[in-house]
């Protein structure tokens, strides 16, 4: 009893951070914060621009804004001013008919920033990822179900450890564009249009003992020898459901000698949900032999790769499986 009455006096003396006043910030709402986080979130559900803007416009103690959260408003342009001097730690902007985003219009949360979320914002066609340049705190990336084409180098962000870019349309990535993150932990291209991966396109410098590389439904049928460099040892690159039809030496082997016992490459051949028309076909044929009969357990760093004619687990082939057929190099 004694100890429910100091917990109650410590919260009615220091409170919870209290909102600012609801007329100043509508059409958006305030929640005071929590035990964990005592300051508010701001949220501004089905308006638009310019009210929002508004919003943000008038003045008001900002110093308390944890978070703010825009739903389903029609926002089209995110202007420069869009936040005023407003700022926030997590930004979520979802389903808000975005078009395009200024640069320069998240700079005076540079400070703080540590998640930004944008998704679903169909007509959204490009994001310029140098805008996030100085973002030093920045944590969590999310960019999902958009209409970008493209990934373009990202700058220097030694706190970015998720991102997620699933499920936009994503077709090319700028060579070397991740190797600024040296904290990277997860990195998510899943549900995109990547068909062919090129030099460099996934280089990485993040010093992560694992590391999450979500390439699955694509429709890749091609990667080079360079695609992936500096991987570490339990790096797990997930290529199921895309459209591999072989498993080339000079183009696996680099990539799987780099893989310790806990990192894997996984061919899984289910259908690509983003052309829902066939998924990893591996022809075992004498082109997949050296991986049979490769030393130092490196064909157990390919998980879920089955021979498309009889759905045989290509790991437990034994060694000696081809030597009739195939020859020997
Ligand atoms: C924005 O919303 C306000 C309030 O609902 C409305 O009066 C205004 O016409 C809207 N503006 C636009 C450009 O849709
Ligand atoms: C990353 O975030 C942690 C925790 O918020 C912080 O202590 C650290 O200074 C940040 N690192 C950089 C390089 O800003
Ligand atoms: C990552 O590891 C490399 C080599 O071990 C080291 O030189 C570098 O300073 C590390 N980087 C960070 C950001 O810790
Ligand atoms: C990739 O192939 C090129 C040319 O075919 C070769 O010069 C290079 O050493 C190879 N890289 C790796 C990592 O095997």
């Not at 990535?173 to 090129?198: C, M, Q, R, V, Y």
Request: proline share 4%.
């Amino acid at each position: 009893m004694f100890r429910i009455t100091v917990i109650f006096a410590y919260l009615v003396t220091t409170g919870f951070t209290a909102c600012p006043d609801a007329i100043l910030l509508g059409p958006c709402k305030c929640t005071e914060g929590d035990i964990l986080d005592r300051r508010y979130t701001v949220t501004c559900r089905d308006a638009n621009a310019t009210t929002i803007k508004a919003a943000f416009a008038r003045e008001f103690d900002k110093s308390n804004l944890r978070t703010i959260e825009i739903w389903h408003s029609d926002i089209g342009s995110i202007t420069a001013d869009f936040f005023t001097d407003k700022t926030a730690d997590y930004l979520y902007l979802g389903n808000n008919e975005i078009t395009s985003i200024d640069f320069g219009v998240f700079d005076n949360m540079k400070a703080g920033l540590k998640t930004l979320e944008i998704y679903g914002s169909p007509a959204l066609s490009s994001f310029d990822f140098n805008l996030l340049e100085g973002f030093q705190q920045l944590n969590k990336l999310h960019l999902a179900f958009t209409s970008i084409t493209e990934v373009t180098s990202l700058p220097l962000l030694p706190n970015l450890s998720n991102i997620y870019l699933g499920y936009n349309l994503i077709s090319s990535i700028e060579p070397f564009a991740f190797e600024g993150l040296t904290d990277l932990s997860s990195l998510h291209l899943n549900g995109n249009k990547l068909s062919g991966l090129g030099d460099y396109w996934l280089s990485f410098t993040s010093n992560r003992s694992l590391i999450w590389v979500d390439l699955m439904n694509n429709q890749i049928e091609s990667i080079t020898n360079n695609t992936f460099t500096k991987i570490g040892t339990s790096y797990e690159i997930n290529l199921a459901r895309n459209k591999f039809t072989t498993i080339p030496e000079e183009i696996f082997y680099p990539i799987l000698e780099q893989l310790g016992i806990f990192g894997y490459v996984d061919l899984y051949p289910g259908v690509s949900s983003t052309d829902a028309l066939s998924g990893n076909e591996i022809v075992c044929d004498c082109n997949i032999a050296w991986l049979v009969r490769a030393e130092n357990s490196i064909g157990n760093r390919l998980q879920r790769s089955y021979c498309a004619h009889n759905s045989f687990p290509i790991s437990q082939m034994p060694a000696d499986f081809f030597d009739d057929v195939c020859p020997q190099n």
